[in-house]
């Protein structure tokens, strides 16, 4: 009887001891961050790299540049080749001038002539000739111009296609110089001087450490005590009896559930669904990726 007094007084105390635990967490998690992956769009030798693993970048930074000579030479070449298709071109205005001045002579006959009809000095069939003349001569000038024209059309036509490989080229000179996207830090560089970067190869991994999310787990019956844009509490440990506190907000609560992950419970309870979401937290410079961390979702000091 004493010994079932006691064991009843053992729960009791625990009952007590847990219902005053103001530290009783909610969701446990690990911490991560929007990781970006800059890879390389062309096949060329990286000959510059300008920064090194755990850097702070700034956005727009130049971290590697890829030798461009080919590139300059076949753009050199296509220019080349521009100009090479203008000089096939035929200028209009020497046969164009030769027949405006038949037009003025014949223009000065057709006056002369004029007069001379007029006086009954010639006959009208020699003024009719010089009309006849002059129309033919305009419509020379009208033939000789379209023709030119059509001619040159066509000859500067061959261009066109030339400047749009050099576009080309161009945008790829502009690729050739990786720039970070962010600011952030260079968490991992998978490239050296002197290598040769692959078209889809990834040369820099960068993510923004001022913030990062606490993936946590949580269960299905705590899914209606969490709201998107709930301010919660994210904690980390400081040492065996303490923790780092900061303020979170949940910024994803996903509609479908998965197993635990092993590394966030007991065998038992990993066999149990769970929900997880994300809490962003602003990062002092003590959370680190995959760091573990603790939520709390509501005030629990009751």
Do not use: W
């Not at 009208?142 to 066109?160: D, F, H, Y």
Request: net charge neutral; charged share 25%.
């Amino acid at each position: 009887m004493k010994q079932k007094i006691v064991l009843i007084l053992f729960i009791a105390l625990i009952s007590v001891s847990c219902e005053n635990d103001t530290y009783k967490t909610d969701a446990y998690g690990s911490f991560e961050a929007d990781e970006i992956n800059l890879s390389s769009e062309l096949n060329a030798k990286i000959i510059e790299i300008n920064a090194t693993e755990g850097a702070t970048i700034s956005e727009n930074q130049v971290l590697l540049k890829l030798d461009t000579t080919q590139l300059y030479l076949r753009k050199l070449q296509l220019e080349a080749q521009i100009n090479a298709v203008l000089s096939k071109t035929r200028d209009i205005s020497p046969q164009i001038n030769v027949l405006l001045e038949q037009k003025r002579a014949m223009d000065k006959e057709k006056s002369r002539f004029e007069a001379l009809v007029s006086d009954s000095a010639a006959p009208k069939k020699q003024l009719d000739d010089i009309l006849s003349q002059i129309a033919i001569i305009e419509k020379n000038i009208t033939a000789t111009t379209s023709t030119l024209s059509q001619t040159n059309k066509g000859i500067i036509s061959e261009i066109e296609p030339l400047r749009v490989q050099i576009n080309q080229i161009e945008d790829n000179l502009s690729r050739s110089v990786i720039k970070s996207p962010i600011n952030g830090t260079l968490l991992r560089s998978y490239s050296a001087t002197g290598e040769l970067a692959t078209m889809g190869r990834i040369l820099f991994k960068i993510a923004n450490l001022d913030v990062l999310y606490l993936k946590a787990y949580v269960s299905g019956s705590q899914l209606s005590e969490i709201n998107l844009g709930q301010e919660v509490e994210v904690r980390i440990d400081k040492n065996q009896d303490d923790y780092y506190t900061y303020k979170g907000q949940i910024t994803f609560i996903s509609d479908k559930s998965e197993f635990t992950p092993k590394i966030i419970q007991t065998k038992d309870e990993r066999v149990n669904l769970v929900y997880p979401i994300k809490v962003l937290v602003k990062n002092d410079g003590k959370i680190k990726i995959g760091m573990p961390g603790e939520v709390i979702f509501r005030n629990q000091s009751k």
